[in-house]
């Protein structure tokens, strides 16, 4: 009946561009999550993606390390600059931030 698999090669979103000259910002977090000592002090950003029958959405969330709670968050089907924007104005809205916030 000669039945077989369709094989596909796996759709890979590449959301790192480093072909760019711009400078690479300090990691001053690293892995000491000890900074996060109190609320609103830092916080964590991280893009993924959605995919749908039709297309992707990217969604964009800020993360309160002390809390682990998401307190911002943005979607958009493009990923630009301005969705990281919009997420991260969200999180400072509804939080109240300290002036040392660390965001990373």
């Given at each position: 009946?000669r039945?077989?698999s369709?094989?596909?090669?796996?759709?890979?979103?590449?959301?790192?561009?480093?072909?760019?000259?711009?400078?690479?910002?300090r990691?001053?977090?690293?892995?000491?999550?000890?900074l996060?000592?109190?609320?609103?002090?830092?916080f964590?950003?991280?893009?993924?993606?959605?995919?749908?029958?039709?297309?992707?959405f990217?969604?964009?969330?800020?993360?309160d390390?002390?809390?682990?709670?998401?307190?911002?968050?943005?979607?958009?089907?493009?990923m630009?600059?301005?969705?990281?924007?919009y997420a991260?104005?969200?999180a400072?809205?509804s939080?109240?931030?300290?002036?040392?916030?660390?965001?990373?």
């Amino acid at each position: 009946m000669r039945i077989c698999s369709k094989v596909c090669t796996k759709f890979r979103v590449q959301t790192t561009d480093l072909a760019h000259s711009n400078p690479i910002a300090r990691n001053t977090l690293g892995q000491n999550i000890a900074l996060a000592d109190a609320p609103n002090k830092v916080f964590c950003t991280d893009i993924t993606y959605i995919a749908t029958n039709e297309e992707f959405f990217f969604l964009a969330s800020v993360m309160d390390v002390y809390s682990r709670a998401i307190v911002g968050w943005s979607m958009s089907e493009t990923m630009t600059w301005q969705l990281l924007d919009y997420a991260l104005r969200a999180a400072l809205t509804s939080q109240k931030s300290a002036f040392d916030l660390l965001h990373h």
